[in-house]
């Protein structure tokens, strides 16, 4: 069984940083492919950054260089900073997470069958 749970959502003025976190209920969690999708109304789920089992990231082009992905592996849980953010950053932020995805489609939601049940980021 898997839970992930979120939190550190918050608002916060454009600009400014956001820590997220992603508490993961899982045996040989940095066996685990995990990373952090987004969504706001009346838009499909994208996906921001993920972290492969082999401690790779990858990262969506309009957030590079801003929002970095990272985990720890004794505490299970995944981060996401968030630095410089922009008014259109503002979105639930879901951590996701699967054993395994298809190289090529790290950041399509249909990879990840686990889903924590998000966290608000607001952006003014």
Not at 11 to 40: K, M, N, P, T, Y
Not at 69 to 79: F, H, I, M, P, R
């Amino acid at each position: 069984h898997v839970q992930l749970v979120e939190s550190g959502g918050d608002s916060v003025q454009a600009g400014g940083s956001l820590r997220l976190s992603c508490a993961a209920s899982v045996d040989r969690f940095h066996f685990f492919c995990i990373g952090w999708f987004r969504e706001v109304p009346g838009k499909e789920r994208e996906g921001v950054g993920m972290l492969d089992s082999n401690g790779r990231t990858y990262y969506t082009d309009y957030v590079k260089g801003r929002f970095t992905v990272s985990q720890d592996n004794a505490k299970k849980t995944l981060y996401l900073q968030m630095n410089s953010l922009k008014s259109e950053d503002s979105a639930l932020y879901y951590c996701a997470a699967d054993y395994w995805v298809v190289p090529g489609r790290r950041l399509v939601l249909l990879e990840y069958n686990y889903w924590g049940q998000g966290t608000q980021v607001t952006v003014s």
